[in-house]
Structures are given as C-alpha cells and as structure tokens.
C-alpha cells in the first residue's frame, strides 16, 4: 500500500475556490491510478474525480465544468481544484490510489465546508 496525505480542506463561502492536495509516499507514476471520493453527513462514499496513469480522466455528474483532477508524477501529488463552490459540495475529501501490484489505499479526509 502507500501512504497518502491530503491538504487543503477548509471553509469557504459559495462560488468560492479550493484544491486540495493529496501526497503519496512513493512513486505513483506509471501504475496508479488517482481519484477523489467524498462523502457528505448521512450519506455513501462517491467518486468526485479519477485519473488514470495515462492522465485519463473522469468526473462525477455534479461536478463536471467545476472540479479539474491533476497529478504531477515527480512529486508524487495529486489535487482537485474545486471552483464555483456549492453548499452540496460540503463533505470529507478523501484521496485514494489503487495499483494491481499495491491495491487501494486511502488518505485521512479532508474537510470541506461550503457556507456564508
């Protein structure tokens, strides 16, 4: 498995901007795919965002247009920038990586909170 750190939680007011970062503890570069979950108050884990080691990437309905996934494989760091905040958004962030070789890691959460 690998260790995964996130960052960049916090609270901000609707329409409002954030990213996130998540570190991993070793070289995701060629066999691990990326992706972000959250998972609101009284409801299921979802995938918010996905990318693949080929930088393909996948998004969920409700943030499509808003949330962009990247990863920049030197420093072994992922991060969702989330623009155009709603109050729907409000959740725990989590990181999560899954290679065939390592199988599926999670990070700690992040909180986001979206409010006036």
């Known amino acids: 498995q690998v260790q995964l750190v996130e960052s960049g939680g916090g609270l901000v007011q609707p329409g409002g901007s954030l990213r996130l970062s998540c570190a991993a503890s070793?070289?995701?570069?060629?066999?691990?795919?990326m992706a972000w979950y959250r998972q609101a108050p009284g409801k299921q884990r979802e995938l918010v965002a996905q990318?693949?080691?080929?930088?393909?990437?996948n998004y969920a309905d409700s943030v499509k247009g808003r949330f962009t996934i990247s990863r920049d494989n030197v420093k072994n760091t992922v991060y969702l920038q989330m623009n155009s905040l709603k109050s729907e958004d409000t959740a725990v962030y989590y990181c999560?990586?899954?290679?065939?070789?390592?199988?599926?890691?999670w990070g700690q959460g992040a909180q986001v909170t979206v409010s006036s």
């Open positions: 070793r070289s995701i570069a060629i066999t691990t795919t």
């Open positions: 990318i693949t080691p080929g930088d393909i990437t």
């Open positions: 999560n990586a899954f290679s065939v070789r390592a199988g599926t890691s």
